[in-house]
């Protein structure tokens, strides 16, 4: 049985079952980054993937896994199983990093890979882009800008698929034209993109390639806004905004307005008690008053024979009590009097 299976192994891995669709060769600058696409087979998408470094399959060294990090960060390595490709990525790049190998873990068989090689150089290298990464937006067109020092064939391919070589064609119903209008600069426009144009596409000239991924996503919604400035001109500010931050800013306005309300509220909760809190004060400060009341008649007195008036008078000492909440003037004493006059009347 193991005879038996070794043998299907030999058979599959010859008519490339088993290969890996990645790049040949690629030209890069010392000290940069480069991530490079890895296409598997569907029947492997739950397989772990790794990168391997070294010129010889049988003795080349894992340097980083979809199921175990690089802990330096200098690899870094993503599976997209949605479209069967996982991304390598190498950073801080030297002439040491040339040679490696995208592979596949088998269960209980050997691993399969697929070589590629990096041309590191100090200077420019012989074939490169402006940005790897690019984004599109559905229904409209992008332009790719491929810089190359030879004067070969140039393609713009869609890894795995098919390549457009002369000045138009398509690649998956997106048209494709290319110019080299400009020295040494091989410009590809994409017309009429869709969301499923997103994957991994080759600026390639003879044995070089550079990988370039395109992300095809809807366009962010667009204000324009004119400001009048004082000598006349009219200036256009375009703000590009996702909806997630113009409905933020719609919550914040009416948020603003009832945290103000609030404090606004508060403010004159405040003064009003301060005011009933003065009016206590100046009703508790009230001195309650002591009062003596003297009566005073008139009354009648014979005296001999002597014809006189006598006056009587009565005094009553009224004190008031010092209240609570001391007063300057309320502690003290007060004398009340009062006089009548009586006139004796002849017997």
Known sequence: MALYLRILYIITGL???????TVSKVSVKTGKSISIPCLYGSQYKNHVKYLCEGPKWRFCRDVVKTNKADPSGKYSISDDKRQ??????INNLTNKNTDYWCVVEINNGPDYGGHFQL???????RLYVDHQRITGYIGENITIRCHHSNSGEMKWCRLGRNCVTGSSGSIDGAAVTAHMRDPNVFTVTMSGLKSEDSGWYLCAEGDIQIPVYLTVTEKPITTTAHTFTGDGTITTLKNEQQRASFDLKIL??????LIFIVI???FIWLILRHKQRKADSSVTAMARVEVAYAEVRPKKKHLGKVDQEVIYANVGNIR?????????????EIMYSSVVTIKKQEG
């Open 15 to 21: 008519t490339g079952v088993h290969s890996i669709t």
């Open 84 to 89: 069967f490709i996982f991304t390598v990525t």
């Open 119 to 125: 041309s590191v150089t100090r200077g420019i290298p």
């Open 252 to 257: 914040i306005i009416p948020l603003s307005v």
């Open 264 to 266: 606004v509220v508060l």
């Open 320 to 332: 008031r009590k010092q209240a609570e909440m001391s007063l300057p003037e309320s502690d003290g």
